[in-house]
């Protein structure tokens, strides 16, 4: 892997503000009808899968904080199981993605699992248009209300309908769209 030498005494990881993705692996060139060989970047390779691996080693892991670092929903998917085997993971960070309610499913799973987790921050995801964001919302209600260690959940400056966010009366609301 191109993360950890010794994962297992890591404690915390902190990627935020990073973007985690390769460079272009190669570069193609393509020709024009004029006949002038122009450079064609293939699209960067996302490292999230290597990361999901380098995390699954991670046993000690307490903090994992990714914010502002483009993880999409397919990122996240690939991200999860591997967090769940972080057991002693206390702190969740993943404020300012590309997140929509497709993730919620694998972040309420995620959730679930760990036993130890006291705070999680999905703020700044969620676009307004994301029909579904509501019952993932919901969903993850009620796993903050039956979860023995969880007692912050932030969705800070989430866009979606503030009436909604309301009925949804544990989270704390600041600045909402």
Do not use: W, Y
């Not at 800070?156 to 989270?171: K, V």
């Amino acid at each position: 892997s191109a993360f950890i030498v010794n994962a297992s005494t890591l404690k915390v990881v902190r990627l935020s503000g990073m973007k985690i993705t390769s460079p272009p692996s190669q570069m193609a060139t393509h020709s024009h009808p004029a006949q002038e060989v122009v450079p064609a970047m293939s699209k960067p390779k996302s490292l999230f899968k290597e990361l999901a691996v380098a995390l699954s080693a991670m046993s000690n892991l307490e903090s994992f904080r990714l914010s502002c670092s483009d993880l999409s929903d397919d990122d996240m998917c690939e991200l999860c199981p591997a967090l769940e085997k972080c057991s002693k993971l206390k702190k969740i960070d993943l404020k300012g993605n590309r997140l929509t309610s497709k993730s919620l499913r694998a972040l309420t799973k995620l959730i679930n699992s760990l036993k130890a987790l006291e705070e999680i921050d999905i703020s700044e995801n969620f676009p307004s248009n994301d029909s579904d964001l509501l019952p993932g919302l919901e969903a993850l209600e009620e796993v903050f209300k039956r979860h023995q260690t969880l007692r912050n959940m932030h969705v800070h400056n989430t866009q979606c309908c503030i009436a909604d966010l309301i009925a949804l009366n544990f989270f704390e609301l600041s600045e909402v769209s």
